[in-house]
């Protein structure tokens, strides 16, 4: 499966850089929530050996890579919706922390958060998963701590339209979304939620 670090960013989220990543982040939620105190020394030995386990294990330094720069666009898209948004007259001191705070906009920036974080798992353990369903050893070439594919393995080859049998997960993965009855589904609970929602909307 291709990630948005093929086009050429993998160099910046190489293990120095996600050792940086998870160390800032781990520090600034624990000096943020502090569950220890005022420790700061505390927390940043905690984040320090949070942010060496992640860089040096493969899987965790995969799936940091891969999010990493969907988050990263996530920001800027809010950034750019927030930009336009000021264009019509909305006010950043008074309207901004208004829309920031609205149950919707918390709902929908969760659920994005989620489906990012669900497709790094699935990125990085996916494969690993369908060789074991397989029952076909996880051999890594590259280091990456993601297992190669077996095109071919179980089933038809993997260029065969609508199959779900290849032994590449990626494949599976798109072959399954694609397919017309996971379509149809998605469309049919697409318009029951907007008939809901316009259903419950009071005037």
Same mark, same amino acid.
């Given at each position: 499966m291709a990630s948005i670090l093929d086009a050429g960013l993998a160099g910046l989220f190489s293990a120095i850089f996600v050792f940086l990543l998870i160390y800032a982040i781990t520090y600034g939620f624990l000096t943020w929530r502090k569950p220890f105190g005022e420790s700061k020394g505390?927390? +940043? $030995?905690?984040? /320090?050996c949070i942010a060496f386990l992640m860089s040096v294990a493969p899987p965790a330094r995969s799936f940091v890579t891969f999010i990493a720069p969907w988050y990263v666009a996530l920001a800027i898209a809010i950034f750019f919706i927030l930009f336009l948004v000021s264009?019509?007259?909305l006010s950043p001191e008074k309207d901004f922390p208004n829309i920031i705070k609205d149950d919707r906009v918390k709902a929908w920036f969760v659920i994005l958060c989620i489906v990012i +974080? $669900?497709?790094? /798992?699935?990125?990085?353990?996916?494969?690993?998963?369908?060789n074991r369903q397989q029952n076909i050893p996880s051999?890594?070439?590259?280091?990456?701590g993601i297992p190669d594919a077996v095109p071919g393995s179980v089933?038809?080859?993997p260029g065969t339209p609508g199959s779900t049998a290849t032994g590449d997960f990626g494949t599976n993965l798109v072959n399954t979304l694609v397919?017309?009855?996971v379509l149809g589904i998605g469309i049919t609970f697409l318009i029951a939620a907007i008939a809901i929602y316009f259903l419950s909307t009071t005037n």
């Open positions: 505390a927390y +940043a $030995i905690v984040a /320090l264009m019509f007259g +974080a $669900i497709s790094g /798992l699935a990125y990085v353990f996916g494969q690993s998963a369908l051999i890594d070439t590259n280091g990456d089933g038809p080859e397919h017309p009855k």
